[in-house]
């Protein structure tokens, strides 16, 4: 079998990360494919994992008519020149360049990874409804735009949970001098958030969490972890220095064995206020067995049940989220308990074997390959 698949993403996002992991299921599942994105992180990343790449000519076909027209040529010979039984298309402008492409004969799958709603106009609805074979999501919210909003059938929309490296969570180990090296006491207990420091992501309000956290425990420590947007980590370091918390909270940067540092946690939290509909620092929690606290938001109350996998609170609220993570800090017992039921979930649920034969039956299912 061969696939192709198109995105336009130059940048690493959610949405390429999840066409990323199509990409790679379908290659362990035997198949032939071919990753066409424009020069960038996506294609660097699948040169990396050994896929056959190629470049999208366009350098900007969202906002220039000649370079998506470009990108429909290129396109149209691609798949002229190769026989290709499945064509997936991630992002909007890749969905209609795929469509006006021609795709000589095979059927068109559309990705959806990401949290933008798709516009519920005539166009859409007819992108959707009578182009595309099967559209494949990653949460039931954008299921939900997809049938009701463009009114698809439910029975060409299919949701597969992007999946993580669930062995690489697990098998992590900790490493000594991990603690020193962060800068936080060997004794300290460990409240770790793995994400851009972003507004989206709700670090100034996790900061205000901790002071209700530092009250109850006073040797907790906030690990910020995670490239920071403008202002950052600035804003929400200058926040905790007036909340009198400047030394329960430490921001690290990007580290590259989030794996170990994983091990070093007595609580992860995911403070989102929107978006996730991926959610993979949720996932990689959850692969790594850590006692978990996240806001409902996106994909995040489909991957934990609130009470048994981990525990929910509404975003936005710095009360409730603090606590929460004071609670399971004052309880390792349950604590650990809830980490347990979480990683058997990541097993059984967000593996890649798994997503692999999920993706393998629906696209069966829906007849997406001839």
């Known amino acids: 079998m061969r696939s192709l698949i198109v995105t336009d993403s130059r940048i690493w996002t959610a949405e390429a990360e999840y066409a990323m992991a199509v990409a ?24 990396a994992e050994g896929l056959n790449t190629v470049r999208l000519p366009g350098e900007d076909p969202v906002r220039s008519p000649a370079d998506f027209l470009a990108d429909v040529r290129f396109l149209s010979g691609l798949m002229r020149d190769r ?56 949460s039931e919210r954008i299921r939900d735009w997809v049938t009701t909003g463009l009114r698809v059938p439910s029975d060409r929309v299919r949701r597969l949970h992007a999946p993580v490296d669930v062995r690489r969570f697990a098998e992590a180990s900790r490493k000594p001098g991990t603690r020193l090296d962060i800068g936080v006491p060997a004794d300290a207990r460990l409240v770790v958030n793995v994400a ?8 100034h309000v996790l900061v205000r969490a901790m002071s209700r956290v530092v009250a109850d425990h006073p040797d907790a420590v906030l690990l910020l972890v995670g490239e920071a947007w403008s202002g950052e980590p600035e804003g929400v370091l200058g926040l905790a220095r007036a909340l009198g918390i400047e030394g329960a909270v430490v921001a690290t940067g990007a580290i590259d064995d989030v794996p170990a540092l994983l091990r070093e946690a007595d609580v992860c939290v995911s403070s989102s206020l929107g978006s996730e509909e991926n959610s993979r620092a949720v996932s990689e929690y959850m692969a790594a067995g850590r006692p978990l606290v996240a806001t409902r938001v996106g994909v995040v109350p489909e991957l934990v049940s609130d009470g048994e996998t981990g525990l929910l609170v509404e975003p936005g609220d710095p009360d ?11 309880s390792p017992e349950r604590a650990s308990e809830l980490g347990v039921k979480a990683a058997r979930f990541a097993r059984s649920r967000l593996s890649g074997e798994a997503f692999a034969e999920g993706l393998d039956r629906a696209l069966a299912s829906a007849g997406a390959w001839r």
Not at 30 to 36: D, K, L, Q
Not at 85 to 111: I, K, M, Q, Y
Not at 196 to 203: C, E, L, S, T, Y
Not at 320 to 330: I, K, P, T
Request: aromatic share 4%; net charge positive.
């Open 196 to 203: 851009r420091i972003a507004p989206i992501k709700g670090q």
């Open 320 to 330: 409730r989220l603090g606590e929460a993570v004071s609670e399971l800090l004052g």
């Open 83 to 138: 026989s290709h039984d499945v064509v997936h298309s991630s992002r909007s402008a890749p969905h209609l360049a795929c469509a006006l492409a021609g795709r000589e004969g095979a059927s068109l799958v559309h990705l959806r990874g990401g949290a933008r709603r798709p516009r519920a106009g005539p166009l859409n609805r007819f992108l959707y409804g009578r182009l595309t074979d099967l559209v494949i999501v990653s």
């Open 24 to 47: 790679c299921a379908e290659r362990d599942n035997g198949w032939e494919v071919t990753f066409a994105a424009p020069p960038g992180d996506a294609a660097l990343r699948a040169a």
